[in-house]
């Protein structure tokens, strides 16, 4: 079973107490392509790109020009990511054990990098997925990435000795993916919602900080089937089957 998260624009270096062995990403030769188109970028040019302010603007123009494929000045992207599916997921609870086994079983979508693993070393950037910035040919970056990020998926997921994709990415980035065509692999779109004013809805925090949980539960439990997997109860969540379908499983916190 492979698990896909989105990444978080927040980046914030975390430690573990014990020493891990880490991968590069697979995708450096595109990320050096995107990285170089970035800094052909003025700063006035990367705010109205990124549609970002002032202060973060000169801390990513400063970040996309300190970028290098020198891995010197990197650390494991799963210690950097600091968004509430990070939170969720809870890295430093992990074992060497079970970080090892999330290294192979948990993917982070990214703008810049394709796909990372937990371990693969990355330098501190910005760059969303949804962005629409052009790059030779390709007007966007779902261009640019074509087909590269759903191949080294499928690749993986071969690799798992599994055909299911659980898919607890945002729409953004779900999307680079392409997982509507992925021939004979079952992808699950979990979905949380919780009840407010007598309708189930879906609040955002919350729901990005399920994603991470259930990604927690699958990499510690070693899931590997969708019965299992509709066990999931972190924090009070419950698998609605009146709700779902066999895309999407729909968890509800009431």
Request: aromatic share 10%.
């Amino acid at each position: 079973m492979i698990v896909i998260l989105s990444p978080a624009k927040k980046i914030e270096k975390k430690k573990l107490s014990y020493t891990i062995d880490t991968t590069k990403p697979r995708f450096m030769e595109e990320a050096k392509k995107l990285n170089n188109r970035l800094k052909e970028l003025n700063p006035d040019e990367l705010a109205s790109t990124m549609k970002i302010g002032e202060k973060l603007r000169d801390d990513t123009f400063l970040k996309i020009h300190k970028w290098s494929e020198d891995f010197s000045e990197t650390f494991p992207c799963i210690l950097g990511f600091n968004g509430e599916a990070f939170r969720g997921l809870n890295i430093e609870s992990y074992t060497r054990e079970e970080l090892d086994y999330a290294n192979k079983s948990l993917r982070i979508l990214s703008g810049l990098y394709g796909v990372l693993r937990p371990l693969d070393l990355i330098h501190s950037y910005r760059l969303e997925m949804g962005t629409k910035l052009n790059i030779g040919e390709n007007d966007n970056l779902y261009s640019f990435w074509d087909n590269k990020i759903n191949n080294m998926l499928i690749k993986d997921i071969k690799e798992s000795d599994s055909d299911i994709l659980v898919n607890l990415a945002s729409n953004e980035y779900s999307k680079s993916a392409k997982l509507k065509y992925m021939d004979k692999i079952k992808v699950i779109t979990p979905v949380f919602k919780e009840l407010k004013n007598g309708k189930y809805k879906i609040v955002t925090v919350h729901a990005k900080r399920a994603r991470g949980l259930m990604a927690t539960y699958i990499i510690k439990n070693r899931i590997n089937t969708t019965d299992d997997l509709k066990k999931f109860s972190e924090e009070g969540y419950k698998f609605r089957e009146d709700l779902s379908n066999n895309q999407e499983f729909v968890f509800i916190l009431e």
